[in-house]
C-alpha cells in the first residue's frame, strides 16, 4: 500500500543534543510538509518543500532545519533541541501544493528532550 | 485571516449514541476547501472527507455524514450509531489560497470523541 512513513516512531534527546528525523512515502506525491504538533492542539506547520523548491513559515524558529534529498525522502533537523520541543512531528505529503490538495500524513514522531 | 473554530473541547457520548462534531471557520475568500480529519490514539491523522466551497451537497459515507452551510460557515460531522473505535481527536482544516501559488492549511484546535462501551 501507498503510504507515509516516519522513523523513529518514539525519539529521545537530550537537551541541546541535535537530532534528525526522517519522513519517506511510497505515494510518488511532489510536496512534502512537516508539522509540530504540540499536546491538545492543532498541528503547525514548520515547512515544505514543492519538488525541490522549500518553503519556510515565518515563524519557524531557525532551529529548525530540513533537507529533502529526493522525491521518497525529507528530514526534519532540530539542531539545538529545547524542553519546548517536546512535541510530535508530523510529515505530510500532497499530490501538488494548489488550493485544496489532501494531505496525508505518517504516524508522526514523538519527540522527547530530556 | 482565516479561522477554525471547534468549540467541543471534548465529548463522551454511550455507544449507539449518534453524535455531532462542530466546525465554524473564518475566511474572506470565495474559494475554499474545507477537511475533516481523525487522529486516534497512535496519532496518525487520517483524512475523511474534502468539501470546495461551491459544493454545498451534504454527504454520507455508512455512518459518517457532513453538513456544510455557507450562510452559517458551519462543516459539521455527524457519527451515527457510535462505536468505540470512533473514539479519536478530530480535526477540521481549512485551506485557502497563499501567496506563491500553494496552499494555506489552517486546523481546528480539535475534537477529543470518547465513545463509552
Known amino acids: 500500500d501507498a503510504m507515509v512513513i516516519q522513523n523513529p516512531r518514539y525519539q529521545v534527546t537530550q537537551f541541546g543534543k541535535p537530532v534528525t528525523l526522517s519522513c519517506s512515502q511510497t505515494?510518488?506525491?511532489?510536496?512534502m510538509y512537516w508539522y509540530q504538533q504540540k499536546s491538545s492542539q492543532a498541528p503547525k506547520l514548520l515547512f515544505h518543500?514543492?519538488?525541490?523548491?522549500?518553503?519556510n513559515e515565518a515563524d519557524t524558529p531557525d532551529n529548525f532545519q530540513s533537507r529533502r534529498p529526493n522525491t521518497s525522502f525529507c528530514f526534519l533537523d532540530i539542531r539545538s533541541p529545547g524542553l519546548g520541543d517536546a512535541a510530535m512531528y508530523l510529515c505530510?505529503?500532497?499530490?501538488?501544493?494548489?488550493?485544496?490538495?489532501?494531505?496525508?500524513f505518517g504516524p508522526g514522531t514523538r519527540l522527547l528532550v530530556l | 485571516a482565516q479561522k477554525v473554530t471547534q468549540a467541543q473541547t471534548e465529548i463522551s457520548v454511550v455507544e449507539k449514541e449518534d453524535v455531532t462534531l462542530d466546525c465554524v471557520y473564518e475566511?474572506?475568500?470565495?474559494?475554499?476547501?474545507l477537511f475533516w480529519y481523525k487522529q486516534p490514539p497512535s496519532g496518525e491523522l487520517v483524512f475523511l472527507i474534502r468539501?470546495?466551497?461551491?459544493?454545498?451537497q451534504n454527504e454520507i459515507s455508512g455512518r459518517y455524514s457532513w453538513n456544510f452551510q455557507k450562510s452559517t460557515s458551519s462543516f459539521n460531522f455527524t457519527i451515527t450509531a457510535s462505536q468505540v473505535v470512533d473514539s479519536a481527536v478530530y480535526f477540521c482544516?481549512?485551506?485557502?489560497?497563499?501567496?506563491?501559488?500553494?496552499?494555506?492549511?489552517?486546523f481546528g484546535t480539535g475534537t477529543k470523541l470518547q465513545v463509552i462501551p
Open positions: 518543500y514543492y519538488d525541490k523548491d522549500f518553503n
Open positions: 475566511t474572506r475568500d470565495t474559494t475554499y476547501y
Open positions: 505530510a505529503t500532497s499530490l501538488s501544493q494548489g488550493i485544496g490538495e489532501t494531505q496525508y
Open positions: 505515494l510518488n506525491h511532489n510536496v
Open positions: 482544516a481549512l485551506s485557502e489560497a497563499y501567496s506563491g501559488g500553494y496552499q494555506k492549511v489552517t
Open positions: 468539501r470546495n466551497s461551491f459544493d454545498e
